[in-house]
């Protein structure tokens, strides 16, 4: 299927509301696409199904910090100059590229890649939502190796390593992101189409797609954007109330915090606490644990059902949170290791969404 | 004429290569323990052939080491120089250049060495030629830069088989290249090896210094045979490189000052024997860059070569100089390709700038 | 010559006060607004310089808070076709100028737009040198086509060099036309700081037409020697020059006015301030006695800025409102009559049921007008209708207020604009509830009594520069950005500094906003 400048749109939403927090800003993926779009590119989706066994599949995305990925913007053919000098060294030509991510920045930026790439972009990703950490997708929990992994800038210059592993792929990375003025552009955890099928966590883009599309559809008519996104999310209402208070610490690099909801309507009297690092990460409710990582915990706005991340978070705000569950390549042991409660600090063992929502819907 | 290079060639080409290192090029203690290893690996040494029996459809590539010399001490080197080698090796053989030969990418105690191991491990020849004719600080003063062989694609590794290679934009873009490999080198933990600059026969003639592993290893000799004899170790050396004495005197000062992130330094020598009541003094940035006399008059400046050895015979980098030693200082001409290029001294300005030299270049007569 | 004149331009009123050297109100009136603005703000003017019988001589200076420029946005017309240049090649390619911008909007600023090498790197090297030859191009092609110029370039709040260089060059080729340099409009984040130039590029237009319509006026009025003043977003005013230069800095004075005139009528620094007037409420807060900023980028006509912005949460209830009945349910707003109320509102011998007829019914307000008679709304009125009417105006404040707070302690509330007389002295939220005297003046005061001031946002990295350093750079750039906007030296004082750091970038580095106010200069 090919997505025209609407559905770039619809999904740039349905990537943030996937981003459940954290993932940064769809926006300047989006933006690449419309100008690619409007360039006479095209932005085509395949299904995995689709994909050959042999198939040479290479995700790409954006590192770097976020401050000069918004001042700096791309020129366009870093991703093609990564993808270029990693096709030269394994000695194959990309059959398509896939997100790493299907919530936050990265969300977007494949897309605008396979346009300018004139290669298909898989309907997929590796995380099925925002993760903090390049570890934390099914590539890596399912044997695919970080590298080689290629990195460019915008001044043309490449870059390829080769390396041990992850760990010491990231580390290389990180150091010549600095040098490349803080922002390079990768492509990374190259696959065989048989690997994809087996690490992929499908149609991601396209349910991206279809949230946001609901939002919208359901505003244009009138309708509760709120009540249509969860029946078209499968997910599950966890509560609307008003955010009562927010705090925010800094520990070890990152930000972590905390925010209060007291109950609206008919959960009043009720307090829902969510707590968060970037992403949110368990929801608690008078106590107890409603959902958790690696589950998607989602605040939004209650009237528009737009999504809220951590750091937009602010008193006064009247939110409803919903919760969807993650892919079930998440609930193996394997999985649950790299993202499972436990890694963020939670000694709880994870259960999924669905029963800690007894009977679950629409409250 | 091949030529095969054993233990005792070798050790003197390292001594000749730490003396033409003009104060830099690494330490001989590092060369010569990788000398060790090398031999380990093939007892009867490397063999050398001259540029004239180097193939212009043949390749050779350069390999050289970055870092700290205090890693590279404590850390060894060694297989970082493979893994590069095969990195860049593997990817020209991608565009279809098959690389047969090494050649080192300039003379010093430890640099000129590395091309020597991975040469004696592949079995591969080394072409008697090198990329400066002796040491330098920076990628953009050296014969490469001057005569256009590019410096990109550039492979790196380090000692457990992580593997960079980089392309600038601009091939010949050597600070871009020089940049990027620091970079990497520092996630590399401060120990890793650099190979690029792939030449081909008639590029190797065009553009590099020739024959200067023979000279370095006809310099170290006449030295040690020089010290056998209970000769004069300076004059041997003099004469080897077809220099001239500047001065011989005691290491009374040396200090380091860094400035806009660069090292410079300078030592300053009281005249001993004929130069008592002499002062001399000399700037360096890892190697030497200008030499003043006690009167502020220029004596000799870069490209040519300012080389430094104990007075009993013992060829000096700036690293391993002391406060109190007793020290020649020898003026070499540098290699013809340098004062050829009408550029050759203009690239060195921006560091002698730096150092309060603003004068033109002061050949060695 | 030591009074003040402070004109605010509403949705539907104008208003106009004179104050003394001390801040006293002498007079007060209000006109109708224009739908060109102008002739309401000149009406306004020469009203209160008629009837109040002051001597014009006596007027030290004239404030406007003006909404020309955000009408001209928000109506895309009389913008000025802009040459929108940016500097950042070979980066930002990618995501070109305007590329989401609304098409209508794009039009009426010409959509002409060029991409240049230049830029730097976060840490204020180079990203390439300035392509110098290829801007004078660039001026040859638009000559002629443009009537205003926006630079911008990446990370010119660290560093910018390349835009003050540029405007140079485009001021050789292309002489005396306004330029816009990003980095004197807003701060980190290329789309949105560009977007705010060009914005600003495309209104200079628009503001010096106005501020040459109101100098007419004075001159007309004997106002000559009186200063120029225009009320700027962050609740102090610039001079006319300066404003020339900056008009984009004028387009949300009303909220800003608004909260500054209820500061100056109670005195209370930190409080939270309803605004009620004839079609919407804006409620806003005094932080400090300034008006508090929102901290996130800010959307103008369809367009994402992020230069400050004062933290505004509006609802379409106020005085004018229209109350219905929709479905069984009662809906008050967001349609409104506006200043009609006078005419079609029930009390009015209307037959349109507004707000102001729900409170008069309910006896919770009184109207001093011959014509408002309050009985005929009771007698036309449901009583249920009404108890329930105003029940969703007040709870619709009380969220309002809610929103506006930012942590659940009560908090003064001060009720000013013209609607305001209706709502309660007892709010959810409020700690208490003020009702000043001359609350309907209340954007005019603050306009009349405003401070002069600017900000500057900067970034810094602290490798080679210490903290000290970089604080102090920003303060003197701050103080002399203040005098240039008209502040007396010896008055000007900082009154904010935010340092905000930037640990994910390498290199140390922090933004540091600073704000200096001053008095004007009498």
């Known amino acids: 299927m090919e997505l025209n400048e609407q559905d770039v749109e619809d999904v740039a939403v349905g990537a943030a509301i996937l981003g459940s927090g954290g993932g940064g800003d769809p926006y300047l993926g989006k933006l690449m696409c419309l100008q690619a779009l409007r360039r006479g590119k095209r932005i085509r989706l395949v299904d995995l199904e689709e994909v050959p066994e042999d198939a040479f599949i290479v995700p790409t995305a954006g590192m770097g910090t976020p401050i000069v990925l918004v001042e700096k913007l791309p020129n366009g053919s870093e991703p093609l100059n990564a993808l270029r000098i990693l096709e030269a060294y394994v000695g194959k030509k990309a059959y398509a590229t896939i997100p790493i991510e299907a919530g936050g920045v990265n969300s977007t930026i494949p897309l605008a890649v396979g346009a300018l790439a004139d290669i298909p972009i898989i309907d997929g990703d590796g995380m099925g939502r925002a993760f903090p950490e390049l570890q934390m997708t099914t590539f890596f929990t399912h044997g695919v190796a970080v590298s080689p992994m290629s990195m460019a800038d915008e001044k043309g210059n490449s870059l390829l390593i080769s390396a041990l592993d992850g760990y010491w792929a990231e580390k290389i990375a990180r150091v010549v992101t600095i040098k490349f003025g803080g922002i390079a552009w990768v492509a990374i955890y190259t696959m065989t189409g048989r690997q994809a099928r087996e690490a992929v966590i499908p149609r991601t883009v396209s349910l991206a797609l279809k949230l946001g599309r609901a939002v919208r559809e359901a505003r244009e008519m009138g309708r509760s954007p709120l009540d249509h996104l969860l029946h078209v999310s499968g997910g599950f209402e966890l509560f609307t109330g008003k955010i009562v208070d927010v705090a925010r610490r800094i520990a070890g690099g990152f930000t972590r915090g905390e925010a209060k909801i007291e109950g609206l309507d008919s959960y009043r009297n009720e307090t829902l606490t969510i707590q968060f690092q970037n992403e949110n990460l368990v929801a608690v409710k008078d106590g107890e644990i409603v959902a958790s990582v690696p589950d998607l915990i989602i605040v939004l706005d209650v009237e528009t ?59 | 004429m091949a030529e095969k290079f054993g233990k005792r060639e070798l050790e003197d080409v390292i001594w000749g290569a730490t003396l033409l290192g003009a104060g830099g090029g690494g330490s001989p203690k590092n060369g010569l323990k990788l000398l060790e290893d090398l031999l380990k690996a093939s007892p009867e040494g490397v063999t050398l052939i001259s540029p004239e029996e180097f193939g212009s459809e043949e390749y050779a590539v350069m390999v050289a080491g970055i870092g700290s010399p ?82 990109s694609p550039c492979a790196m590794a380090d000692s457990k088989g992580n593997i960079v290679i980089f392309y600038t934009r601009n091939p010949m873009d050597s600070t871009m290249a020089e940049n990027i490999a620091r970079h990497v080198s520092t996630a590399f933990g401060m120990g890793a090896a650099f190979a690029t600059w792939v030449v081909n026969g008639e590029e190797l003639r065009r553009a590099l210094a020739l024959n200067t592993v023979t000279l370095c290893r006809r310099v170290g000799a006449a030295i040690r045979e020089a010290k056998e004899r209970g000769g004069d170790p300076v004059r041997a050396a003099v004469e080897a490189v077809g220099g001239v004495e500047l001065f011989r005197g005691k290491v009374a000062d040396i200090s380091t000052r860094t400035v806009e992130g660069f090292d410079f330094g300078r030592f300053k020598l009281e005249g001993v024997g004929g130069y008592q009541g002499k002062t001399l003094t000399v700037e360096f940035k890892n190697e030497n860059m200008v030499v003043w006399s006690g009167e502020g008059e220029a004596l000799a400046t870069v490209p040519d070569l300012i080389c430094t050895m104990t007075l009993n015979g013992t060829p000096l980098t700036n690293a391993d100089m002391e406060v109190g030693m007793e020290i020649a200082v020898i003026a070499a001409s540098a ?24 004068g033109d270049y002061v050949p060695v007569k | 010559m030591s009074l003040r004149i402070g004109i605010d331009v509403g949705s539907t009123h104008t208003d106009a006060v004179i104050v003394d050297k001390d801040n006293r109100l002498i007079a007060a009136t209000k006109v109708v607004t224009s739908p060109d603005v102008t002739s309401g703000v000149l009406e306004a003017l020469t009203k209160i310089v008629k009837e109040s019988g002051v001597d014009p001589s006596e007027v030290a200076a004239a404030m406007f808070g003006t909404t020309h420029c955000l009408n001209a946005i928000l109506q895309r017309k009389d913008l000025a076709r802009v040459a929108v240049i940016r500097i950042g090649l070979p980066a930002t390619a990618a995501v070109e100028p305007m590329v989401d911008w609304p098409p209508d909007l794009r039009r009426a600023v010409g959509d002409l737009k060029f ?256 014509n408002c008679k309050p009985e005929l709304a009771r007698r036309q009125l449901d009583p249920e209708l009404a108890r329930k009417a105003y029940e969703i105006i007040v709870e619709g404040v009380e969220y309002a207020i809610d929103r506006v707070k930012t942590r659940p302690e009560p908090m003064p509330v001060i009720l000013v604009g013209g609607g305001s007389l209706m709502l309660p002295t007892r709010l959810r939220g409020a700690s208490k509830v003020i009702r000043p005297e001359h609350a309907q003046s209340a954007n005019a005061i603050g306009a009349a009594t405003a401070k002069t001031g600017a900000q500057i946002d900067k970034a810094y990295s602290l490798e080679h520069l210490s903290r000290e350093k970089a604080l102090e750079d920003a303060k003197i750039s701050a103080v002399a950005k203040a005098v240039e906007a008209g502040a007396d030296p010896n008055t000007v004082e900082i009154v904010e500094i935010e340092e905000i750091a930037m640990p994910y970038l390498p290199g140390n580095a922090v933004r540091i906003r600073v704000k200096a106010v001053g008095e004007i200069k009498l």
């Open chain 3, 115 to 370: 991409l240049v090498e230049g830029g730097h790197e976060y840490t204020g090297e180079e990203i390439s040198p300035l392509n110098e030859a290829r801007l004078r191009e660039i001026c040859r092609e638009v000559k002629g086509k443009v009537e205003a110029v926006a630079i911008t370039s990446v990370f010119s709040p660290v560093n910018p060099d390349h835009e003050v260089r540029a405007a140079e060059i485009v001021r050789e080729e292309l002489g005396e036309i306004p330029v816009t340099m990003s980095s004197e409009i807003s701060t980190l984040g290329l789309l949105e700081r560009e977007n705010s130039a060009i914005l600003n590029a495309a209104v200079t237009f628009v503001a010096n037409r106005a501020i040459q319509a109101f100098l007419e006026v004075m001159r007309s009025l004997g106002l000559e020697k009186a200063k120029l003043y225009l009320t700027q977003n962050d609740g102090t005013v610039m001079e006319a020059k300066h404003a020339a230069k900056y008009p984009i800095f004028t387009v949300a004075t009303g909220a800003t006015n608004s909260l500054r005139g209820a500061q100056m009528l109670t005195g209370i620094k930190d409080a939270i301030v309803v605004d009620v007037g004839g079609c919407t409420t804006n409620v806003g807060m005094l932080v400090k006695g300034f008006p508090r900023e929102s901290t996130i980028h800010v959307e103008i006509g369809g367009v994402r800025t992020n230069f400050r912005m004062p933290d505004i949460f509006s609802i379409g209830i106020a005085g004018g409102s229209i109350v219905r009945v929709d479905d069984g349910r009662v809906c008050v707003g967001p349609e409104s009559v506006g200043h009609e109320l006078v005419k079609c509102g029930l009390a009015w011998g209307g037959n349109v049921v507004t707000a102001t007829d729900v409170a008069l019914a309910l006896g919770v307000m009184s109207i001093e007008d011959p």
């Open chain 2, 70 to 151: 205090k890693v590279l001490m404590e850390k060894g080197f060694g297989p970082e120089a493979i893994y590069a080698f095969e990195a860049i090796s593997s990817l020209q053989a991608l565009a279809g250049k098959r690389i047969t030969h090494l050649y080192p990418g300039e003379l010093g105690g430890f640099n000129v060495m590395p091309p020597f191991y991975v040469a004696a491990l592949k079995g591969m020849p080394v072409v008697d030629a090198d990329g400066c004719g002796r040491a330098v600080p920076e990628l953009e003063t050296t014969l490469f830069y001057l005569y256009g062989i590019p410096s």
């Open chain 2, 335 to 358: 290699s013809e390709k340098w004062r050829k290029h009408p550029e050759g001294f203009k690239v060195w300005k921006h560091i002698l700038e730096k150092m309060g030299y603003t």
């Open chain 1, 305 to 363: 059902a737009q999504p809220i991340t951590t750091e937009r978070l602010r008193y006064g705000q009247r939110v409803a949170v919903i919760g969807m569950p993650c892919h079930e390549k998440w609930r193996t042991p394997e999985g649950l290791k790299v993202v499972g409660p436990r890694y963020f600090g939670y000694d709880v063992e994870y259960v999924p969404i669905e029963r800690r929502v007894k009977g679950g819907g629409l409250k």
